[in-house]
C-alpha cells in the first residue's frame, strides 16, 4: 500500500471514528429525553412516588449530560487528529496516517478547546440538558 492509500484510508478510519462520536452524543440525547416522557407518561405513580422519581431523573439526566460532553470531547479530539494528519504530506515517509491515539500528538498538548470544561459548558450541550433540567423541575414543583 503506498502512502496516498495509506493517508485515505486512515483520514477515513478518522471520520468513522468521529462520527461515531456524533451519533453516540445523539443517542444519549435521545435517551435522556425518552426517560423523561416515560416518567411523565406515568403522572399518576409520580404524584406517589414523587421524591424517588425526581431524584432518579435528575440522576439520570446529569448522567447523560456529563456523558454527552465526554463524546463531544472525544469529537472535537479526533477531529483536530484528523486536521493534523490531513494536513500531512502523504509522501512523508515519517507519518503514520493509522496512528490515531490522540495522546501521541504533541500538538494537542495544551489545547484549551479540547478540554473537558469546554466540551461540559459548550452551546451544544447547554442548550439541550439545561431546558430539560428546568422542565423537569417544574414539572415536578407543580406535581
Same mark, same amino acid.
Do not use: C
Given at each position: 500500500?503506498?502512502?496516498?492509500?495509506?493517508? =485515505?484510508? @486512515?483520514?477515513?478510519?478518522?471520520?468513522?471514528?468521529?462520527?461515531?462520536?456524533?451519533?453516540?452524543?445523539?443517542?444519549?440525547? @435521545?435517551?435522556?429525553?425518552?426517560?423523561?416522557?416515560?416518567?411523565?407518561?406515568?403522572?399518576?405513580?409520580?404524584?406517589?412516588?414523587?421524591?424517588?422519581?425526581?431524584?432518579?431523573?435528575?440522576?439520570?439526566? =446529569?448522567?447523560?449530560?456529563?456523558?454527552?460532553?465526554?463524546?463531544?470531547?472525544? +469529537?472535537?479530539?479526533?477531529?483536530?487528529?484528523?486536521?493534523?494528519?490531513? +494536513?500531512?504530506?502523504?509522501?512523508? +515517509? @515519517?507519518?503514520?496516517?493509522?496512528?490515531?491515539?490522540?495522546?501521541?500528538?504533541? $500538538?494537542? $498538548?495544551?489545547? $484549551?478547546?479540547?478540554?473537558?470544561? +469546554?466540551?461540559?459548558?459548550?452551546?451544544?450541550?447547554?442548550?439541550?440538558?439545561?431546558?430539560?433540567?428546568?422542565? =423537569? =423541575?417544574?414539572?415536578?414543583?407543580?406535581?
Amino acid at each position: 500500500m503506498n502512502n496516498l492509500d495509506a493517508k =485515505i484510508a @486512515g483520514l477515513g478510519f478518522l471520520q468513522s471514528i468521529i462520527s461515531r462520536m456524533a451519533s453516540n452524543s445523539f443517542y444519549i440525547k @435521545g435517551w435522556d429525553l425518552t426517560i423523561f416522557i416515560g416518567v411523565i407518561a406515568l403522572k399518576k405513580d409520580v404524584t406517589h412516588y414523587g421524591s424517588a422519581i425526581f431524584w432518579a431523573l435528575i440522576v439520570t439526566s =446529569i448522567s447523560f449530560f456529563l456523558l454527552d460532553a465526554y463524546y463531544l470531547q472525544q +469529537e472535537r479530539i479526533f477531529r483536530k487528529v484528523y486536521n493534523i494528519l490531513s +494536513e500531512k504530506k502523504f509522501d512523508d +515517509e @515519517g507519518v503514520n496516517f493509522f496512528r490515531v491515539n490522540p495522546t501521541q500528538y504533541k $500538538e494537542l $498538548e495544551n489545547v $484549551e478547546t479540547l478540554k473537558y470544561t +469546554e466540551s461540559l459548558f459548550s452551546r451544544t450541550i447547554l442548550s439541550f440538558h439545561i431546558p430539560l433540567f428546568v422542565i =423537569i =423541575i417544574a414539572f415536578f414543583a407543580m406535581s
